[in-house]
């Protein structure tokens, strides 16, 4: 049950990516959401295979819904490989690489960005669920968006969990430090869905076969390409399953009751061998941030399970 009549206005800024692809399926079909767009970023693939992959997943799911390019590279720091040892090599595991005929948005993505926002002040809710890089280059471009964006939902971070990345870092936050550093200094309302709350969601391989019984078409893609990130989550983590990442950031837009949320400074290491590690207390604007620290994983997992059952 959702907690809104209205839809809520999302645009989701991604590197699909295995979870990522659940991230804008899910979306996609929700009836509680209307997405505004997709905006590419560079992480767990590079920026050409982002953008190709975010406009082959909206024609897989024969909707309409913009995608606009975004940053090829972080702000300062070299880019880190690509993670494709994680996503496959062409982003979906050992799905080949799908060549879609949709168009990209003409816009870049910061740009397209600013423009929804200012399109309807007070209404739009970002999501980012790879590095932050284009959310801080809208920032550079307008910084007037912050004070009319609803909410920045992150999936990055890692409080207290440790990191996945690097033994402190998450990969969205080390990705692009200085980026993220950026918009945690913002003056938004930041919800950080990290690595406490996205370690405790799990799905398994009943999971993923019931949506491609129930969704031949997208559960099936989604079942398909997740062997690999089983794969890769059996070999480092030591079960055969997988973190449901992004999915979880998206669900917390329209079900924040199924989370609990503390407060406080978050600060972002830069550099050494710390990058990208996310430090309580240490906010360098002192701007208190919102961070996910429990999660109702079972109702998580049955709003994510359902909407996509209920697609095709
Ligand atoms: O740390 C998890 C995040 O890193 C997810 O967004 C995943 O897609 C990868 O980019
Ligand atoms: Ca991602």
Request: hydrophobic fraction near 45%.
């Amino acid at each position: 049950m959702a907690t809104s009549t209205t839809p809520e206005k999302i645009i989701i800024d991604t590197d699909p990516g295995i979870d990522d692809a659940m991230a804008i399926a899910f979306a996609l079909l929700n009836p509680d959401i209307e997405l505004l767009g997709l905006t590419s970023a560079f992480g767990n693939v590079t920026i050409d295979v982002a953008t190709r992959n975010a406009l082959a997943l909206v024609e897989m799911a024969e909707m309409e819904c913009p995608v606009a390019r975004g940053a090829g590279a972080p702000l300062v720091q070299e880019p880190h490989p690509v993670a494709d040892f994680v996503h496959g090599a062409e982003g979906f595991g050992t799905v080949e690489a799908m060549m879609p005929q949709r168009e990209e948005d003409p816009r870049p993505a910061h740009e397209f960005i600013c423009d929804q926002v200012n399109a309807a002040p007070g209404d739009v809710v970002l999501c980012p669920v790879g590095p932050l890089t284009n959310l801080a280059l809208a920032l550079r471009h307008d910084p007037g968006i912050a004070k009319k964006v609803k909410a920045v939902h992150v999936m990055g971070a890692s409080l207290k969990e440790g990191g996945n990345a690097t033994e402190f870092a998450e990969a969205n936050i080390w990705q692009d430090p200085h980026a993220a550093e950026i918009v945690l200094a913002a003056d938004w309302d930041v919800r950080l869905i990290g690595l406490d709350v996205t370690h405790r969601v799990t799905c398994h391989t009943p999971d993923f076969e019931s949506l491609a019984e129930a969704a031949p078409i997208l559960g099936g893609f989604l079942n398909e390409a997740v062997q690999f990130y089983f794969d890769f989550h059996e070999k480092v983590d030591g079960f055969h399953g997988c973190y449901m990442h992004d999915p979880t950031a998206v669900i917390s837009i329209i079900r924040p009751d199924l989370f609990s949320f503390d407060e406080a400074p978050v600060g972002v290491i830069v550099e050494g061998e710390r990058a990208g590690e996310t430090v309580l207390g240490h906010g360098s604007s002192g701007r208190p941030a919102k961070w996910a620290s429990k999660v109702d994983v079972a109702a998580v997992k049955d709003v994510f399970l359902s909407t996509i059952r209920s697609g095709f």
